[in-house]
Nanobody, 125 residues
Framework: QAQLVESGGGLVQAGGSLRLSCAASGRTFSGYKMGWFRQAPGKEREFVAA????????AYTDSVKGRFTISRDNAKNTVYLQMNSLKPEDTAVYFC??????????????????WGQGTQVTVSS
């Protein structure tokens, strides 16, 4: 059974850094894009970043551009989200996801078929 497992969340002060990891298992995600989404209490799940299967293409929401970097290691079936210069407004549960396609659909939750259980990121001011 396909499974995505996130790790690396935690509590960090504003201005600090965290690196999230998402390990895929149970099936090959060959050809799949990988994405990171986040959901704060009382808010809808929102797109953060995505990376194409080859890693040649990436996309970010405006609020994290220049601070977050998405990458993947297909040999390890793992995708990463390096988060620098963290702000209190980055506090949320972060989810990784896998799905087909690319282009404008990367920001939509419906374009992803598999989801992890989430990891909490808390940024204190």
């Amino acid at each position: 059974q396909a499974q995505l497992v996130e790790s690396g969340g935690g509590l960090v002060q504003a201005g600090g850094s965290l690196r999230l990891s998402c390990a895929a298992s149970g099936r090959t995600f060959s050809g799949y894009k990988m994405g990171w989404f986040r959901q704060a209490p009382g808010k809808e799940r929102e797109f953060v970043a995505a990376i194409s299967w080859s890693g040649a293409f990436t996309a970010y929401t405006d609020s994290v551009k220049g601070r977050f970097t998405i990458s993947r290691d297909n040999a390890k079936n793992t995708v990463y989200l390096q988060m620098n210069s963290l702000k209190p407004e980055d506090t949320a549960v972060y989810f990784c996801a896998a799905g087909g396609g690319w282009g404008s659909v990367v920001v939509t939750t419906t374009s992803y078929d598999y989801w992890g259980q989430g990891t909490q990121v808390t940024v204190s001011s």
